[in-house]
């Protein structure tokens, strides 16, 4: 659903940005950034580590621009006080009409505003709702919600809001075909390895525990190990962990991220650790087995079983996370294989 509340003329052009750092950060937007795109002309600032190309791959009309500034502890071209004059000059390049901040931040509003972008508008929070003259600001109740109740409060008052808040991503034709080149014949199982934060990684012994124990129940069914390359070292150790009858998975970590999303789209599910595969696994439609022992907010999807350490009390704690069975996980995997889902065709 869009309102026609707040419609722009043809020729107005809305910034919007998404610093959030994240892959999974930038699926969860999606749902809202969509119903943007069918509202308004846009242009999408985000950092490069979000993958904002890749994701929004639906849409490959959208205009992105960088935001280099605070990209996992790494410091960027927009950072600092030289950097935020830089960004400033980002801004003001874009001619934009207005701009959407989708941030908490004051340092977005001041560079807006001293870039000359009329109409701004942002979650209001703090120092930030000094830089702003456009919208109401969120209520502070909102300043530490999830991040998609946040951006839901900032767009109603637009009269924007998705039909479904499920993301959902549509892998394009090449993407298909390049995950089709790479993935098994048969139906298989996508497993995510790696996470940012060690409380969020399964340990090696336990996903080597659970592929084996699939091997013995399902040895048809092949096992994809994925992930960035930086996290190859996690399936090495995967993989040496396994008993010797068990055959090695196949791996993937040095993938584009579109083809990544394409390959999801094709797997039967997801099982693996709170990161952005099952993000973009959920938002290709897959239904996806979460191991998880943190606080930390993630994607609420009924696509999505999640598996908790038993003790509430140890969440957080470093090692829960191994608290979690692969036996009772191995469980899960088989009642989902038993009802696999058809499979996208090829394009």
């Not at 400033?88 to 000359?116: C, F, N, P």
């Not at 595969?277 to 609420?300: K, M």
């Amino acid at each position: 659903m869009v309102s026609t509340h707040s419609q722009p003329s043809s020729g107005h052009r809305t910034l919007v940005i998404q610093p959030m750092v994240g892959i999974g950060d930038m699926v969860w937007h999606k749902p809202w950034l969509d119903a943007m795109i069918a509202a308004r002309p846009i242009t999408l600032m985000a950092k490069p580590s979000a993958q904002a190309a890749a994701v929004m791959m639906d849409h490959p009309e959208l205009a992105i621009t960088p935001l280099h500034r605070s990209e996992r502890g790494k410091k960027g071209q927009h950072d600092g006080w030289l950097g935020f004059l830089r960004l400033v000059m980002a801004l003001r390049a874009t001619q934009a009409d207005e701009i959407w901040i989708l941030h908490k931040s004051w340092r977005y509003a001041a560079a807006a505003w001293l870039a000359g972008i009329p109409k701004r508008a942002g979650y209001g929070f703090g120092k930030q709702k000094h830089g702003l003259n456009h919208g109401a600001p969120l209520s502070p109740a909102l300043k530490r919600a999830h991040p998609r109740q946040t951006v839901a409060a900032f767009c109603a008052q637009f009269g924007i809001a998705p039909d479904d808040e499920q993301p959902r991503i549509t892998p394009d034709a090449d993407s298909r075909s390049k995950a089709m080149a790479l993935a098994p014949s048969r139906p298989f199982i996508i497993m995510g390895v790696g996470a940012a934060d060690a409380i969020r990684r399964w340990s090696p012994m336990r996903f080597a525990a659970v592929i084996a124990r699939l091997h013995e129940s399902h040895p048809d069914v092949p096992v994809v190990l994925c992930g960035s390359p930086a996290e190859s070292a996690i399936a090495e150790a995967i993989i040496t962990a396994l008993p010797g009858a068990t055959p090695a998975p196949q791996c993937v970590f040095d993938q584009p991220v579109k083809t990544v999303i394409a390959l999801h789209e094709q797997a039967a599910f997801y099982l693996g650790n709170d990161t952005s595969l099952i993000n973009i696994a959920v938002a290709t439609g897959r239904p996806a087995i979460r191991v998880f022992a943190s606080s930390l907010p993630v994607l609420d999807s009924p696509l999505i079983t999640t598996f908790l350490p038993p003790d509430p009390k140890r969440m957080d704690q470093p090692g829960a996370i191994d608290d979690i069975d692969d036996a009772a996980v191995h469980a899960a995997a088989a009642a989902l294989l038993a009802a696999v889902v058809p499979f996208p065709k090829k394009a």
